[in-house]
């Protein structure tokens, strides 16, 4: 075989004169050291005498005392001819050298043309103009996620919850294992963590599909850029802002996206503030909450609620520089800015794909552990005489721990078990909060069974069907991202009584400060500790402690808000 | 060709206008990052953009975003006043 350097024809680099002599002085000397055996004698020799910290230190702790006075040595009589600048003439050298190649066999007008990039730069990074246009792109890529991907998310639900279920329970009764407390536990512990899963796809796909091309497109980078100017406002500079962004959609992709961070200061502050964006799967329990007590005003409520996340992160960044990092400055804001592309299909499909798949790994088994947990606390008889598995939720040990969780939440307003046990599943995913409190407060029956269960053809054309209904539904909303309406607006019903007893259920809680508690309960779902899926995501890139910090800091900073309205609220009469 | 024998900061030189790199006045950490990136004296480079906290600089093809602070650190001779 005809290897690369082969074919290449040989060409002269070199350092300067007195640059070359200590790199072979010193390459000699590391190549008969055995502990630095590993690198290439003169790339280590090159690294060092430019200053790599991290290779430094490792020949200062093996290299042996012989070495490292060689090494002073040599950095000595460099010192001598260069002063502080050797690492720079050492760069400057190779510059020169890809120059040299370069200009003999590329031929350029002398004043490089403005570019069409330039040219497209030109508006788009624009002073004035580039914040308003990077808010536009933001809108398109969240109306994608949410009208587009919604359709999808409540096609999934419905075959989870249905012909899945239904199959699945069919399967047990062939085998004789029906009935029992085995078939709840697949079905309400495991199909239905499974269902919270597969929920997140669609969302997770539309989002990366979004993501994929504004960063192939090489718009990300300039969003940074244009960005930097209001990240400095939460102690981050332009690159942080991708994970912010992200994080509107779901904390957890959010916290990988910190990875393009430089330092690990910027990683963990970044990763910190994230949750307090105000995620997709928080919208749910807003809708349902500010539905029932605020009806003529949700829209506002709901934004306000999304802004109050930003306004929070704001302050607990400032305050995480001037406590928790105040030995580390910020890391310098350099960034490439890659040419305008045209983006492949391949590559962003490739993009969406990979991404989406390794949430589904990383926060699939945590989401499914913890709603197998939450099945048996909710199997499991704390009081009166019921069987396992056959507990009503009032008198199972689910509601026996949430019983005791309660007071923690009287002076918020909503200390009753009904709402501790709902914020506590909330900690598997936030939208579960809902279905929570439609269980506690209506029970099972709220969603009405077929009287005949449908056949197994019946329900594959249901599914076929309902898919078929879902991609004309998220065809019909791509218009509605520039603001063109096709599919009127349906609302969600609620269930039967669902309102009423919320409303009581506050009331009671509170002393009849409903209003004022709703509030209250609502800051605090925007606030207190992120997800379980979140926090496997926070602890598998920054470490147990973060992971605490993030959870147990949460958690404060939402009960001292919820604490400041519900207080505030009942002050001003609501 | 107007050439101006006084070093001033990057940060100081207009939009369009072409100028040559003399000098970075920075820790050596941050002088290494910036001439491995290309920043190395002698080098032609313009302001392409500024976002009101960094500058966008054209360094030959490349298209680089410099905080303010670092653009105060590179220190440049003005090569020809441009069009704007």
């Given at each position: ?94 510059y ?12 350029r007008?002398?004043t490089p043309p403005a570019t069409l990039s330039d040219q497209i730069d030109r508006i788009v990074t624009h002073r004035w103009f580039g914040i308003p246009i990077f808010l536009a792109v933001m ?75 504004l960063e192939d497109s090489g718009y990300m980078a300039r969003a940074a850029f244009v960005m930097d100017r209001v990240m400095r406002l939460?102690?981050l500079h332009g690159k942080s802002f991708l994970?912010m962004i ?14 393009t961070l430089d330092?690990?200061?910027d ?63 910020p890391t310098p804001f350099v960034l490439e800015l890659p040419p305008y592309r ?233 | ?7 001033i900061p990057l940060r100081f030189v207009n939009h369009g206008v072409r100028a040559k790199l003399v000098?970075i006045q920075s820790?050596?950490?941050i002088s290494?990052r910036l001439s491995e990136l290309g920043f190395v004296p002698g080098i032609e480079l313009s302001v392409v953009a500024d976002s009101g906290s960094a500058l966008m600089i054209a360094l030959g093809d490349t298209r680089m975003a410099l905080e303010y602070p670092l653009a105060h650190a590179l220190l440049v001779t003005v090569v020809e006043q441009g069009a704007c």
């Amino acid at each position: 075989m005809t290897t690369m350097a082969g074919l290449a024809p040989q060409i002269p680099f070199s350092y300067p004169a007195p640059v070359e002599r200590e790199i072979a002085q010193l390459a000699a000397l590391f190549a008969q050291t055995p502990a630095l055996a590993v690198y290439p004698a003169r790339w280590l020799a090159i690294q060092v005498l430019e200053g790599d910290e991290t290779l430094l230190a490792e020949i200062e702790a093996h290299g042996g005392s012989a070495v490292v006075a060689a090494l002073n040595d040599s950095l000595e009589r460099l010192r001598a001819v260069y002063g502080d600048e050797l690492d720079i003439v050492m760069v400057d050298q190779r510059y020169r050298f890809v120059h040299e190649v370069a200009t003999r066999a590329v031929t350029r007008p002398v004043t490089p043309p403005a570019t069409l990039s330039d040219q497209i730069d030109r508006i788009v990074t624009h002073r004035w103009f580039g914040i308003p246009i990077f808010l536009a792109v933001m809108w398109v890529v969240f109306k994608l996620t949410t009208d587009v991907a919604a359709p999808f998310v409540d096609w999934l639900d419905s075959v989870v919850s249905g012909p899945l279920s239904r199959w699945v329970s069919a399967l047990l009764g062939m085998v004789g294992a029906g009935g029992g407390w085995f078939e709840s536990l697949l079905i309400d512990g495991v199909v239905a963590g499974v269902g919270g899963v597969l929920a997140f796809v669609p969302v997770l796909l539309s989002l990366y599909f979004a993501l994929a091309l504004l960063e192939d497109s090489g718009y990300m980078a300039r969003a940074a850029f244009v960005m930097d100017r209001v990240m400095r406002l939460f102690g981050l500079h332009g690159k942080s802002f991708l994970p912010m962004i992200v994080g509107f959609g779901c904390s957890v992709p959010a916290i990988y996206a910190t990875r393009t961070l430089d330092s690990r200061r910027d990683r963990i502050l970044t990763g910190l503030l994230v949750p307090f964006m105000s995620c997709s799967a928080r919208l749910p329990v807003y809708v349902l909450i500010a539905m029932i007590f605020f009806p003529a005003y949700a829209g506002q409520v709901i934004f306000g609620l999304c802004l109050t996340g930003i306004v929070v992160a704001v302050g607990v960044g400032a305050l995480a520089r001037r406590t928790l990092f105040t030995r580390q400055p910020p890391t310098p804001f350099v960034l490439e800015l890659p040419p305008y592309r045209l983006p492949t299909l391949r590559h962003i499909w490739r993009q969406m794909w990979e991404r989406t798949a390794a949430f589904v790994r990383k926060a699939g088994t945590v989401i499914l552990a913890t709603s197998v947990v939450v099945w048996l606390l909710l199997a499991i008889p704390a009081r009166g005489d019921d069987q396992f598995a056959a507990t009503p939720v009032d008198q199972s040990a689910f509601a026996a721990l949430a019983q005791a969780g309660a007071p923690v939440f009287a002076p918020l307003g909503f200390g009753n078990w009904e709402s501790s046990g709902a914020l506590m599943t909330g900690l598997i995913a936030k939208e579960v909060v809902v279905g929570t409190l439609t269980q506690v407060y209506v029970g099972e029956d709220a969603v009405a069974e077929p009287a005949t269960p449908p056949s197994l053809g019946e329900d594959a054309a249901a599914i076929v069907t309902g898919l078929g209904a879902a991609i004309g539904d998220a065809l019909r909303a791509l218009p509605g991202i520039i603001g063109i309406n096709l599919s009127a607006a349906e609302e969600e019903p609620l269930a039967e009584g669902l309102a009423t007893a919320i409303q009581a259920g506050l009331a009671a809680s509170s002393n009849g400060h409903a209003t004022a508690a709703a509030l209250a309960l609502l800051v605090f779902v925007l606030l207190y500790t992120p997800c379980v899926a979140t926090l496997a995501a926070s602890r598998h890139e920054f470490g147990l402690r973060w992971m605490l910090t993030s959870l147990l800091g949460q958690f404060a900073i939402a009960w001292l808000a919820a604490l400041i309205v519900f207080q505030g609220g009942r002050m001003v009469g609501m | 060709m107007k050439q101006t024998s006084h070093p001033i900061p990057l940060r100081f030189v207009n939009h369009g206008v072409r100028a040559k790199l003399v000098g970075i006045q920075s820790s050596q950490r941050i002088s290494r990052r910036l001439s491995e990136l290309g920043f190395v004296p002698g080098i032609e480079l313009s302001v392409v953009a500024d976002s009101g906290s960094a500058l966008m600089i054209a360094l030959g093809d490349t298209r680089m975003a410099l905080e303010y602070p670092l653009a105060h650190a590179l220190l440049v001779t003005v090569v020809e006043q441009g069009a704007c």
